[in-house]
């Protein structure tokens, strides 16, 4: 870049970071590791062959729509779990089962960027039942089963757009909280972008997740037309309270990089969501008409199944007042985080010279005190110097995310110095500095969201790869690199490649999901409309031009296997039910030519159901796509089909000879 064009580059604060993000980040620069003794390093990854890891590590995958299962410290990959996507892997969002999962008002949405994975709590400690993801562009939540790390309920949020200051888990998971990136004209209407200061507004969400199937949202804010960035619920004394970032308070509505970058302080609004609910037990929200979806995957048809929602509560400010305040906070805020004691809120000014930390006691001091500098749309917003406990000095570049450690240390990860910075707290005072390779985004402690972080180690997730991998065309891995912080200094001790884009992460104690795991679903149990429990319950039935088989999977064969009487144009729907009763016994099952969906990964006792569509007469193979057993190889079958019109009957043979024995006979077992 010219000199001239650059001193035009510096002219406006946001233009400062962009410029700063080319000389930091995208410079070449020198691979200093920060690792003092390689052999020690690897020594303390080192997971010996058979011995698992200490910690499950949940990645968002971004933009990929799913979420990475890691073992740490290893970093070696368990499971893509896919939540906002479709998985050719498996078949989920192809099969008719969970195809529902991804229903919306916009329709059936089988993609989004998720960016924060958020573990139930119990207590303010992960409990390893759920976790929850967002979906940032069609805004939505989902809960994955960690005892069968399965997606099993979605909800989408209403009068939201960019939905990514979400899911963050409260204290015993009363709620998870959201807040609306993008301010819309609410309800949603033909406006124009001139009218965007008065027109427009955000919303934020209280929404219930503590129950399995029951999911909701509770209640709506309306709020002021910025765009609120991130948020965190608080602990302990600060429990029922949430706090969030904001940024373009100037409600700019173009060229955000500059416009939006004038404030020299935006707001952190801090809501108490007790008061809200107590306004809305006394009547005071109003019904918004509004549609919204809500998809539940049943543990007994093992079919997701979806009902249609047709308004919200939404709480004005000024008809709940002691709700809602602001608290001022420099500059263009990112991150929140609370810390393990629930007193101290720390923000991530991307463009401040600071890190600003908001003391919980001083906000309700303040507010008793009525020590406010003004409103803003009617809200109070606090006296800066009254609620602020301290400026972290010398925070680095660019801070963006905040973990906390077991010792009332804080990690925070700065985006353009590519570094993490730990600081003390109370103390406020920097205490040592690791350089990550490069620009990275959150960062993790094991437990580091929660009132006791285990602590151990951070992980730091990274926006650019560079040199650290070998190259792989255009598109570089995303990256994390492992730091031991249990003594003085951060140590790096290991870099692992992630899938999609990882923003945040969690990790929790192996022990607390790894021995409740489902190992099959029952057989008896399955209620799936199609379900075959044995081979004598398969057939074959027509109704019109839709024929449905009912099929059974076992090693190492289908029944049944030869079908004949399908015709040209037939929508032939197989519906496989695997009949092991095992661990990790699954079957597979394709079909020549499926246009439509993927394979099915059948788990045992599960049924899944393949749509096929012949265009032409002829005799078409499937067959089991998981290598299963010595016989795998056998598991096969053909359908036969007659061009329209043939007289042929539907009809279905499974060979007498049961393959059982033989297995037996060669020890094929999986
Ligand atoms: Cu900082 Cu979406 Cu939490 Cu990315 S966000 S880094
Ligand atoms: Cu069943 Cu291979």
């Known amino acids: 870049m010219s000199l001239t064009r650059r001193s035009k580059y510096l002219a406006s604060a946001g233009a400062v970071l962009l410029a700063a993000t080319y000389l930091y980040a995208c410079a070449p620069r020198q691979k200093v590791s920060g690792i003092g003794n390689l052999g020690d390093a690897a020594s303390r990854t080192y997971v010996a062959p058979g011995s698992y890891d200490e910690f499950y590590f949940f990645t968002s995958g971004g933009f990929s729509g799913q979420v990475g299962v890691y073992g740490l410290p290893s970093g070696r990959l368990l499971k893509v779990l896919p939540v906002f996507s479709q998985n050719a892997e498996n078949g989920y969002g192809y099969n008719s089962e969970t ?34 993801i967002n979906a940032n562009n069609t805004p939505r939540f989902a809960r994955i089963d960690l005892a069968k790390f399965e997606t099993t309920e979605t909800l989408e949020i209403p009068n939201t757009a960019g939905n990514h200051g979400a899911p963050f888990a409260t204290e015993n998971t009363e709620y998870l909280v959201a807040a609306t990136r993008f301010s819309i004209p609410l309800p949603q209407k033909d406006e124009s972008f001139g009218d965007f200061a008065t027109k427009f507004k955000g919303t934020i969400s209280l929404v219930k997740a503590n129950e399995f199937g029951k999911m909701d949202v509770a209640f709506q804010i309306l709020m002021p037309g910025f765009d609120y960035d991130l948020g965190r619920p608080g602990k302990g004394p600060s429990h029922g309270w949430v706090f969030f970032t904001s940024y373009n308070t ?29 306004c809305v037990a006394e009547g005071k929200a109003k019904t918004w008409p509004t549609k919204y979806y809500h998809n539940v995957l049943d543990d007994a048809t093992h079919t997701a199944t979806s009902e249609v929602k047709t308004s919200v509560k939404m709480l004005l400010p000024e008809d709940c007042p002691g709700m809602v305040y602001f608290l001022p906070t420099p500059k263009s805020p990112h991150g929140v985080d609370v810390d393990p004691t629930g007193e101290y809120i720390v923000g991530g000014g991307k463009l401040a010279t600071v890190i600003p930390v908001h003391s919980f006691s001083k906000i309700q001091k303040a507010i008793a005190d009525k020590n406010f500098e003004k409103d803003v749309y009617g809200i109070p917003v606090v006296n800066y110097a009254a609620s602020m406990f301290c400026e972290v000095a010398n925070p680095g570049l660019g801070p963006l995310h905040n973990e906390f450690d077991e010792k009332g240390n804080v990690y925070t990860s700065v985006f353009i110095s590519s570094e993490i910075v730990k600081w003390s707290l109370p103390g406020c005072k920097v205490l040592d500095r690791v350089p990550t390779y490069y620009s990275i985004g959150h960062l993790s402690v094991m437990g580091g969201d929660t009132r006791k972080p285990y602590g151990k180690y951070v992980v730091a997730m990274n926006k650019i790869s560079k040199d650290r991998f070998l190259p792989t065309g255009p598109e570089l891995t995303q990256s994390a690199q492992l730091f031991d912080i249990s003594g003085d200094k951060m140590k790096l001790l290991l870099d692992f490649p992630t899938i999609g884009e990882p923003h945040y992460a969690q990790g929790i104690l192996a022990s607390k999901i790894k021995d409740n795991q489902v190992k099959f679903f029952k057989l008896a149990d399955n209620n799936h409309p199609y379900v075959a429990k044995t081979e004598q319950a398969t057939g074959l039935t027509r109704s019109g031009k839709t024929v449905h088989i009912k099929m059974t999977a076992i090693r190492s064969h289908f029944a049944p296997d030869n079908i004949d009487g399908v015709q040209v144009g037939d929508t032939v729907l197989f519906h496989v039910t695997n009949l092991e009763q095992d661990w990790d016994v699954p079957h597979g099952f394709a079909a020549i030519g499926s246009f439509s969906d993927a394979e099915l990964l059948i788990m045992p006792g599960q049924t899944r159901t393949l749509t096929w569509i012949p265009n032409s007469p002829g005799v078409f193979p499937f067959y089991c796509t998981d290598f299963c057993s010595a016989l795998h190889q056998e598991m096969q079958g053909y359908v036969r089909v007659a061009a329209v019109g043939s007289t042929v009957a539907l009809s279905a043979t499974t060979s007498k000879r049961s393959l059982k024995a033989l297995e037996q006979a060669t020890g094929s077992a999986r």
């Not at 916009?106 to 989004?112: A, C, K």
């Not at 958020?118 to 992960?126: K, P, Y």
């Not at 100037?250 to 107590?278: F, I, P, R």
Request: hydrophobic fraction near 30%; charge should be negative; avoid cysteine.
């Open 99 to 132: 195809k529902a999962l991804l229903n919306t008002s916009y329709g059936n949405i089988p993609w989004d960027d998720t960016h924060h994975p958020s573990l139930s709590m119990t207590n303010g400690e992960h409990d390893g039942r759920w976790l929850f």
């Open 250 to 278: 100037e409600q700019a509505y173009t060229k955000l990089e500059v416009n939006a970058s004038k404030n020299d302080k935006d707001y952190m609004a801090a809501v108490n969501w007790k008061q809200g609910e107590k």
